[in-house]
């Protein structure tokens, strides 16, 4: 298979193939390796090298071998080392188990080739970790695609994956997404399973899933991978079809709120409100009601809880690897923000954590009310263009935690309240700049209401179609065969 035409394709496209076979999962997980190994010294979107043989998969699954990498984060499989962004794991700790999605990823037929980049303990939007160097964005190597899945966006933006493995707790799926022009659903909380290590991940913000370049393949993997694990402490109403039947399927006439005012009172990009404006009127022309609404949040208190969650968060897994690892915390083994973040967790008190998590009640029962009376929000994924690489720098010790959450909150003031709410939100590259980067639109529904976001995503990426759209670093057309193949 010619590497230009596997990049062309979507893994949906490349798993009809296989099963047609017109090529070979081989022959697609060839083209893969020479496709990374010709955009990675560009992008360094890899933990590490990739693995000798991809690791083992259900040849029957959906996918039938489609090539797959997952995030150095929170997912793991077994015996494969995992670092988590840090120097404090050194060459990384294998673990003796999969996690329930890493099992669910090879029932699905994945074929996974690698790990992909993240920053500290994901503590970031950028991916740009002391342990791994920056991640760069494939539009524009200068910046960065994000984080703190900016591995993952990276190499799928590129080309050189189909799609990869992401996880979400303050917009790390749906940021890189934004950025690199990808697809990326965070699912409702509870849809993908986060055991057997979290019964919930970041005290609930946080849920697993993917980044992909199509509606198509998001709504098929989360086909393969949905439903709570044994011993999971949540279990979410299914889906009353498969979520692939969505995408296609008329939307119906829907109640669209539209809003580009950030919620922090941080200035938006221009062109990013444009955009959100612009999909807008697109919805108003398909039909559906569009109005100017927002729901309220007081930010100020959001944003303490939010430091509180993530700071304990980190630290619990900075201080449990030092202690098991026998490795002091120091500046050795941790970036400042995250030092800071150490120092101020332990400050906290029970009651400190408690109080984050009644704001946090107190804004999911505000927002659920805003959503009673919309089927849909519609916001810009993020507030500016992707900031040059080291904007968002994790080592910078004159921030502190208040600092640095302030600063991470300021560039994404739009996709953390969904982590709390636990609402499906979707990043769709509807838009691009004056300079050809892209822009991304944020789609979020009710609660469980991931179907209605398959059928409006589907209705945009027909009206509004971003496939032909191609970054800087990317697989070259002409592109030959791997291999003689």
């Given at each position: 298979?010619?590497?230009?035409?596997?990049?062309?394709?979507?893994?949906?496209?490349?798993?009809?193939?296989?099963?047609?076979?017109?090529?070979?999962?081989?022959?697609?997980?060839?083209?893969?390796?020479?496709?990374?190994?010709?955009?990675?010294?560009?992008?360094?979107?890899?933990?590490?090298?990739?693995?000798?043989?991809?690791?083992?998969?259900?040849?029957?699954?959906?996918?039938?071998?489609?090539?797959?990498?997952?995030?150095?984060?929170?997912?793991?499989?077994?015996?494969?080392?995992?670092?988590?962004?840090?120097?404090?794991?050194?060459?990384?700790?294998?673990?003796?188990?999969?996690t329930e999605l890493m099992a669910r990823f090879r029932q699905a037929g994945l074929a996974v080739l690698?790990?992909?980049?993240?920053?500290?303990?994901?503590?970031?939007?950028?991916?740009?970790?002391?342990?791994?160097?920056?991640?760069?964005?494939?539009w524009d190597v200068a910046r960065t695609p994000g984080g703190s899945s900016g591995g993952s966006a990276?190499?799928?933006?590129?080309?050189?994956?189909?799609?990869?493995?992401?996880?979400?707790?303050?917009?790390?799926?749906?940021?890189?997404?934004?950025?690199?022009?990808?697809?990326?659903?965070?699912?409702?909380?509870?849809?993908?399973?986060?055991?057997?290590?979290?019964?919930?991940?970041?005290?609930?913000?946080?849920?697993?899933?993917?980044?992909?370049?199509?509606?198509?393949?998001?709504?098929?993997?989360?086909?393969?991978?949905?439903?709570?694990?044994?011993?999971?402490?949540?279990?979410?109403?299914?889906?009353?079809?498969?979520?692939?039947?969505?995408?296609?399927?008329?939307?119906?006439?829907?109640r669209v709120a539209v809003t580009a005012r950030s919620w922090s009172g941080t200035a938006v990009d221009?062109?990013?409100?444009?955009?959100?404006?612009?999909?807008?009127?697109?919805?108003?022309?398909?039909?559906?009601?569009?109005?100017?609404?927002?729901?309220?949040?007081?930010?100020?208190?959001?944003?303490?809880?939010?430091?509180?969650?993530?700071?304990?968060?980190?630290?619990?897994?900075?201080?449990?690897?030092?202690?098991?690892?026998?490795?002091?915390?120091?500046?050795?083994?941790?970036?400042?923000?995250?030092?800071?973040?150490?120092?101020?967790?332990?400050?906290?008190?029970?009651?400190?954590?408690?109080?984050?998590?009644?704001?946090?009640?107190?804004?999911?029962?505000?927002?659920?009310?805003?959503?009673?009376?919309?089927?849909?929000?519609?916001?810009?994924?993020?507030?500016?263009?992707?900031?040059?690489?080291?904007?968002?720098?994790?080592?910078?010790?004159?921030?502190?935690?208040?600092?640095?959450?302030?600063?991470?909150?300021?560039?994404?003031?739009?996709?953390?309240?969904?982590?709390?709410?636990?609402?499906?939100?979707?990043?769709?590259?509807?838009?691009?700049?004056?300079?050809?980067?892209?822009?991304?639109?944020?789609?979020?529904?009710?609660?469980?209401?991931?179907?209605?976001?398959?059928?409006?995503?589907?209705?945009?990426?027909?009206?509004?179609?971003?496939?032909?759209?191609?970054?800087?670093?990317?697989?070259?057309?002409?592109?030959?065969?791997?291999?003689?193949?």
């Open positions: 298979m010619k590497i230009s035409d596997y990049a062309e394709c979507d893994a949906t496209g490349l798993a009809q193939l296989i099963a047609a076979r017109e090529v070979s999962a081989a022959e697609v997980q060839r083209a893969a390796r020479a496709a990374i190994e010709q955009v990675n010294p560009a992008l360094n979107a890899l933990v590490g090298d990739l693995f000798d043989e991809p690791l083992a998969c259900d040849a029957d699954g959906p996918f039938r071998g489609v090539p797959f990498a997952i995030k150095d984060l929170a997912i793991h499989a077994e015996g494969v080392p995992t670092r988590l962004g840090t120097r404090l794991t050194g060459r990384g700790i294998p673990f003796p188990h999969d690698g790990r992909t980049a993240t920053p500290e303990f994901g503590f970031n939007a950028a991916t740009e970790s002391v342990a791994n160097g920056p991640t760069r964005n494939p990276a190499l799928v933006a590129a080309r050189a994956l189909p799609a990869a493995h992401a996880n979400d707790g303050g917009g790390s799926i749906r940021i890189p997404a934004g950025w690199c022009g990808l697809v990326g659903l965070k699912p409702t909380r509870g849809r993908t399973p986060p055991g057997p290590d979290f019964d919930e991940m970041l005290g609930g913000l946080a849920i697993e899933f993917a980044v992909t370049r199509t509606v198509r393949d998001a709504a098929a993997l989360l086909d393969a991978v949905h439903g709570a694990g044994v011993g999971d402490k949540y279990e979410i109403r299914p889906p009353v079809r498969p979520y692939a039947e969505e995408v296609g399927a008329p939307p119906g006439r829907l221009p062109e990013h409100v444009q955009a959100v404006l612009a999909v807008g009127r697109e919805l108003a022309s398909l039909g559906h009601v569009v109005e100017e609404a927002s729901p309220s949040v007081d930010w100020e208190p959001f944003v303490k809880a939010q430091l509180a969650i993530w700071t304990c968060f980190v630290a619990s897994g900075a201080l449990g690897l030092s202690a098991a690892l026998g490795v002091p915390l120091g500046p050795e083994v941790l970036e400042a923000t995250t030092l800071a973040s150490v120092e101020y967790s332990q400050r906290l008190t029970a009651l400190d954590l408690h109080d984050a998590h009644h704001v946090c009640n107190t804004v999911r029962r505000a927002v659920a009310g805003f959503f009673q009376r919309h089927d849909v929000l519609i916001t810009p994924t993020v507030a500016t263009p992707p900031p040059p690489l080291g904007t968002l720098d994790a080592n910078d010790a004159s921030l502190g935690a208040e600092g640095w959450m302030d600063k991470l909150f300021g560039i994404i003031p739009f996709t953390p309240l969904f982590n709390v709410t636990g609402q499906p939100a979707m990043s769709l590259p509807l838009a691009e700049t004056s300079a050809g980067l892209p822009i991304g639109v944020q789609l979020v529904g009710r609660y469980g209401a991931e179907d209605t976001l398959f059928r409006l995503a589907a209705q945009l990426e027909q009206a509004l179609p971003w496939r032909a759209r191609r970054p800087k670093a990317v697989i070259a057309r002409h592109a030959g065969s791997p291999g003689g193949n």
